[in-house]
């Protein structure tokens, strides 16, 4: 079973804002880049609370049948990159977020509106 990009965007941002993290954004690329069509960018405070969050996307996303391609950076929990195929969730520690600033390296990307 294939779960749209849209709903995949959807159950990826409740799950993490159902975890607490801090200033989500969710890029749309689909006229900017053929990586993906979204992007959600968030950060935890905490090692523990950053992986908690990847955590909680992995379940969500499972549950609703869809595939989790990989995940990398879970051990260190500075930044870790999920890709969801059409949606890649990229889960910062506060201190690597504010470093990497990848936001504006996407700059070209429309913010997706959240309710």
Same mark, same amino acid.
């Given at each position: 079973? *294939? ?29 900017? *880049? ?41 051990? *260190? ?39």
């Amino acid at each position: 079973m *294939s779960v749209q990009p849209s709903k995949l965007l959807e159950l990826a941002l409740k799950a993490v804002e159902d975890k607490k993290a801090m200033n989500v954004v969710a890029l749309d690329l689909r006229n900017v *880049s053929p990586i993906s069509d979204y992007f959600i960018v968030c950060h935890g405070n905490s090692d523990i609370q950053v992986q908690a969050i990847a955590t909680e996307v992995r379940k969500v996303v499972h549950e609703a049948g869809g595939v989790i391609k990989g995940i990398e950076g879970m051990d *260190s929990a500075r930044w870790v990159l999920m890709d969801l195929g059409d949606v890649i969730v990229h889960i910062f520690h506060r201190d690597e977020r504010e470093y990497y600033n990848i936001e504006r390296l996407w700059s070209d990307a429309k913010v997706v509106e959240t309710v």
